[in-house]
């Protein structure tokens, strides 16, 4: 084997890749060739590193230099500087390196420090494509030391000891739905694997099956053995192509390498699975919609019970997890459930991951032990709102959570205290709002998404959700009347007791929330015909301040829609009739004699 | 793949591989060459270049090759330091391909410093001249 002395890792996850991941791959193969230096460096495409605000990103080992919005012409100083002298190139180097001038192991930077990854362990490390790269990690250990040395029940009680908990939203013990379907008999019994994930804003379970696929299908097989299963399915959406096509590259080479198919570690378990691609409707994320989606049909729901425990996919046993609860496993099963119980609080055992995306510095994916409380997460390892901005809100869960608002930011991130402030962990998208955002907005956004997304079974989801979008859409529009918040909120409870599954049930909780913490917004739309947050357009007009007003002409001769008129050093004039309040006037006044009201 | 065994095997032989991606531990080497202008114009490539060759065709485990900017005695380069697990630091000065060789073969080897390419074997030799 030829020695390599470098090894640069260029992430390959879905951010990064758009932002040209896969020319500087390619710009590095054609630079260390021109420098002579192919055989002593390897380049190595990777999952995703979480910090997806400084993408694309490079990092070079031994010294674990971390390169921030690497461009494809930044590649030749970087070889020629740091791979060929070993002068490290500064002005690439992650901004609080930067600033410090030094450059630091990714494990000790402000966002890193604090996290746990149990989940991402193998994401930025490894090159997902190569399943000796996952092996090099421990990868398909556990699931020798299962064949060989547990017993089924065994292995559920050291999944049930670990404390996990399902993490694509309900949290349902994960051990406890593993027992379940074991104590199901029949001839033939299925494991699913939810990768339908659809919350606007999550994109963890993309990033795992990007970064670390073998670990999803190790612990699939792993799960088919503590159940009695020898067929799996992963359902994934097609809108996710590089997860898709990685994580069938990987199963072809457990294929190969005999970690799928018959007599798997000569012990005469088999199991092999395949994947069913979704056409990205939000409601096959619901267990039962997606089961239907697998056996051919039009995605929607069913009631339960029957659970897919008893009666799952094609009326068969199903287990079905989401692929960070399966990614869990590997880990669990190496180090013990003891190791994994110890991250966490009581109830809410290990690590999550959360996707911080919206008003927040450090866009990207942490992991962090539960109960981590959310001010750590924002101002310490997000790095806080940025632009000098006030936090005001996050909203967790997507369409189907609440928001936490900035009195409440110290609250524990777990199952048990985020609902009881009216949110939940679910699949752990977290977007972060600042005091420019309108939280009627908000809430009216999700309730188009519900809207748009129900798949029309049944009436309380599908005619409630469009009434409630409605009536959010007449309250922005300054139509709105006191008693349509009442009507929203006696719709909201109904919908959530009548639809038949999670979609629906969830769908009015943006609304409900909102209205428990920022009820005073919603009043100021309706009575004051006021948006505080200076969002809603129906609610905002613009005028010009003739005492400041310079005379420049920049904003007239900036307005999309002619509005504006004024001659040359004389104060200008705004013309409602024609603004169509996009504010451009308001960012390019250099003297501040434009206000909106 | 048939048995635990061969996958454990397949494990050690990758670890190697990517042993890099690992912070260092207690038992790394660390072999720094000086690779600054200096270093280049007396002919630093070739030494690393010979160490890494070397370092891979005898599998050395824990080795890690790396570079540096300019060690500062421009007047002895090539310049390389090997540092080891105890902490202790050897600095090989004068360097060729050849002589990198037998630094490979004998100090990251068998743990047996090369006196004679010392830095201090290198000063004694200036003093006495």
């Known amino acids: ?597 | 793949m048939k048995t635990i065994e061969e996958l454990r095997e397949l494990r050690e032989s990758m670890q190697r591989k990517m042993s890099l991606r690992k912070a260092g531990d207690d038992e790394t080497v660390r072999v720094v060459v000086g690779m600054a202008t200096c270093g280049i114009a007396a002919g630093a490539r070739p030494v690393l270049s010979a160490l890494v060759d070397e370092v891979g065709k005898r599998g050395l485990k824990n080795v890690i090759v790396t570079q540096t900017g300019c060690i500062g005695v421009c007047r002895l380069e090539p310049v390389f330091e090997v540092y080891g697990p105890d902490g202790s630091k050897t600095t090989y000065v004068k360097m060729t391909p050849e002589k990198a060789l037998r630094v490979v073969s004998e100090h990251l080897a068998n743990g047996r410093v090369v006196e004679e390419y010392t830095i201090g074997a290198a000063e004694r030799e200036e003093a006495r001249k």
């Not at chain 1, 809430?443 to 309380?460: I, M, Q, V």
């Open chain 1, 1 to 597: 084997m030829n020695f390599v002395r470098t090894n640069i890792l260029v992430c390959g996850g879905t951010g990064c890749t758009s932002s040209k991941s896969p020319e500087i791959m390619e710009e590095f193969g054609r630079q260390l060739k021109a420098f002579g230096l192919e055989k002593e460096a390897r380049v190595v495409q990777t999952g995703c590193f979480g910090l997806c605000a400084a993408g694309p990103i490079v990092v070079v080992y031994p010294e674990g230099t971390y390169y921030c919005h690497v461009r494809p012409e930044d590649v030749k100083d970087i070889v020629s500087e740091h791979i060929l002298k070993g002068r490290i190139v500064r002005r690439l180097l992650y901004s609080e390196d930067k600033a410090s001038g030094t450059a630091r192991s990714l494990e000790e930077t402000d966002f890193y420090k604090k996290q746990k990854r149990i989940v991402l362990r193998n994401c930025g490390v490894i090159n997902p494509e190569d399943i000796t790269e996952y092996i090099a990690f421990d990868g398909y250990m556990a699931l020798a030391k299962v064949l060989t040395e547990m017993t089924p029940q065994q292995v559920i009680d050291e999944v049930k000891a670990s404390g996990l908990r399902g993490r694509g939203g309900a949290g349902f013990p994960t051990g406890q739905k593993w027992q379940y379907a074991a104590g199901y008999e029949g001839p033939v019994k299925y494991v699913c694997c939810n990768a339908d994930e659809g919350d606007p804003g999550a994109f963890m379970d993309r990033s795992v099956l990007e970064g670390d696929p073998h670990s999803v299908i190790e612990a699939m097989a792993i799960a088919a053995y503590a159940i009695g299963s020898k067929q799996g399915y992963v359902y994934v959406r097609a809108e996710y192509p590089i997860a898709v096509k990685r994580l069938k590259i990987a199963i072809s080479q457990a294929r190969e390498y005999g970690f799928l198919g018959k007599d798997i570690f000569g012990t005469g378990f088999e199991f092999d699975m395949d994947v069913r691609l979704g056409a990205g409707a939000f409601v096959c994320g619901e267990e039962t919609a997606l089961m239907t989606s697998i056996e051919g049909n039009r995605g929607e729901p069913r009631p339960r019970p029957p659970f897919p425990a008893e009666k799952g996919l094609f009326g068969r046993p199903t287990l079905l997890n989401n692929v960070e609860t399966y990614a869990n496993i590997p880990w669990i099963i190496n180090n013990g459930a003891a190791a994994y119980a110890a991250y966490g609080t009581e109830k809410s055992r290990g690590t999550k991951v959360f996707a911080l995306g919206g008003k927040i510095t450090n866009t990207g994916l942490v992991e962090i032990p539960m109960g981590t409380p959310l001010r750590e997460v924002i101002e310490d390892i997000g790095g806080g709102v940025p632009n000098g901005k006030k936090f005001k809100a996050a909203q967790t869960g997507g369409p189907s959570g609440g928001c936490i608002p900035a009195s409440l930011i110290d609250t524990p991130l777990d199952y048990e205290n985020m609902a009881a402030i009216g949110s939940i962990v679910g699949s752990g998208g977290l977007i972060v709002m600042d005091e420019d955002n309108c939280m009627v907005d908000i809430a009216k956004f999700f309730l188009e998404f519900t809207r748009d997304e129900s798949c029309g079974k049944c009436s309380p989801c599908r005619i409630g959700t469009t009434r409630m979008y409605e009536i959010l859409e007449k309250i922005t529009s300054g139509n709105g009347t006191l008693e349509d918040i009442d009507t929203l909120e006696e719709l909201a409870r109904h919908i959530n007791e009548n639809s038949l599954c999670g979609l629906g049930q969830t769908a009015p909780k943006p609304i409900i929330s909102t209205l428990t913490y920022f009820r005073d917004e919603y009043v100021a739309h309706v009575v004051d015909k006021r948006c505080p947050a200076g969002v809603c357009k129906a609610l905002l007009s613009y005028r010009i301040l003739a005492d400041k007003c310079r005379g420049c002409t920049v904003c007239a001769r900036n307005c999309p829609a002619g509005a504006i008129s004024g001659t040359v050093k004389q104060a200008h004039s705004i013309d409602p009739a024609k603004c169509v309040k996009c504010g451009v006037c308001l960012e390019k006044c250099k003297f501040g004699a434009v206000v909106r009201e």
